[in-house]
């Protein structure tokens, strides 16, 4: 005698098809692919039994069947150059949010600041035939370097950061003004003896905040000592390292502006090595906002670049430029806003 099954009746590989749960159902594939969907046209009881008799029989969506019926994978490709970084982070959040809302799946790749390993991650990226990518260039990233994604002709928003020559749509924070909102508020307190840490001549974003730096110090009539200028991607040894070659000079700054939170921290770290402490031997500011801002002793004064904002507004362009690839290129500059806490302090303070 031929063996019984007890369970439901799957496809090849063992895969719960459509036809399974709508034969279980006694409904309509159509009605359940629209349900799957949250399609309105579906009523609600009807809806709710489809969806649990999906997590019932663990069905999962044929992505590649499904693209190949549309020419619509709905998935979103995103690369970033660290998820070290905090906004990295916050971005990533926002983008999956828009895309959940939207029915869309995210695939990820991180590129570490490797011109190379990103080479490879879009070339993967892009197998997954994606409808669109969002992509935060590493650092030195060239306009040839990503010419293969023009050839491909695949939607593309640079988010962050920007690499020139490119027609790529944009969203990003107003660097400019992040770094003249650090040297300002540091004016404000009485300092004039400023450094910055962190920079990066391949990203764009440390460009335009050195840039700013160096351009409100000369708009107060300071001079620029490039040994209070120390180079490097952002990251706690950059703002460690940084900060003692500082302390070793003969006549070191009173304060000191960080390309970014992450490096703000690392030199917060290397005060304490020294047994100094921000906000009260030395002010630090940094830039960004990250959440562990205010879990830091003492909480870091900073310029909060909203890239919960950013991260929503570059998935939502994205999704806009699939829909309408022939529109004009989009550039959104969200501005940033300072959050002053305690590690920047008065001269007098500082001075003590």
């Not at 098809?17 to 609600?44: C, F, H, K, W």
């Not at 009881?45 to 999962?60: D, F, I, N, W």
Request: aromatic share 2%; proline share 5%; net charge neutral.
């Amino acid at each position: 005698m031929a063996p019984t099954s007890t369970g439901p009746i799957r496809g090849a590989r063992g895969r719960v098809t459509l036809q399974i749960i709508a034969d279980m159902l006694g409904v309509s594939t159509a009605t359940v692919s629209l349900a799957l969907r949250n399609a309105p046209v579906v009523a609600e009881a009807t809806r709710l039994r489809v969806q649990q008799a999906a997590k019932e029989l663990g069905y999962t969506v044929n992505r590649g069947a499904a693209s190949l019926r549309t020419a619509r994978s709905d998935m979103l490709a995103v690369a970033l150059s660290d998820l070290a970084l905090p906004e990295s982070a916050v971005i990533l959040g926002a983008v999956e949010d828009v895309a959940r809302e939207a029915g869309r799946s995210i695939l990820l790749g991180t590129t570490a600041e490797d011109l190379e390993r990103q080479e490879r991650v879009l070339t993967m990226l892009r197998e997954f035939r994606p409808d669109g990518i969002l992509i935060s260039p590493a650092g030195g990233t060239t306009a040839a370097a990503l010419s293969h994604l023009v050839a491909a002709g695949i939607p593309v928003v640079q988010v962050a950061r920007e690499v020139d020559g490119l027609a790529f749509d944009y969203v990003g924070s107003d660097d400019t003004l992040a770094a003249c909102l650090a040297v300002e508020h540091l004016l404000e307190l009485g300092h004039r003896r400023i450094a910055m840490i962190g920079g990066a001549d391949g990203v764009s974003s440390h460009r335009a905040r050195r840039r700013a730096f160096c351009e409100a110090l000369q708009r107060a009539g300071l001079p620029i000592d490039c040994d209070w200028l120390i180079d490097g991607y952002g990251s706690r040894e950059t703002g460690i390292e940084g900060v003692m070659r500082l302390l070793d000079l003969g006549n070191p700054p009173t304060a000191i502006v960080c390309v970014d939170d992450l490096t703000a921290f690392g030199a917060m770290i290397g005060l304490t090595r020294r047994n100094r402490r921000a906000g009260r031997d030395i002010s630090i500011v940094g830039c960004g906002d990250a959440p562990e801002a205010v879990a830091s002793e003492p909480q870091l004064s900073t310029v909060r670049a909203h890239h919960d904002a950013i991260g929503r507004r570059a998935a939502e362009v994205l999704m806009r430029r699939i829909e309408t690839p022939d529109a004009p290129p989009e550039r959104h500059v969200i501005p940033p806003t300072f959050v002053a806490r305690g590690s920047a302090a008065s001269l007098e303070r500082v001075a003590a």
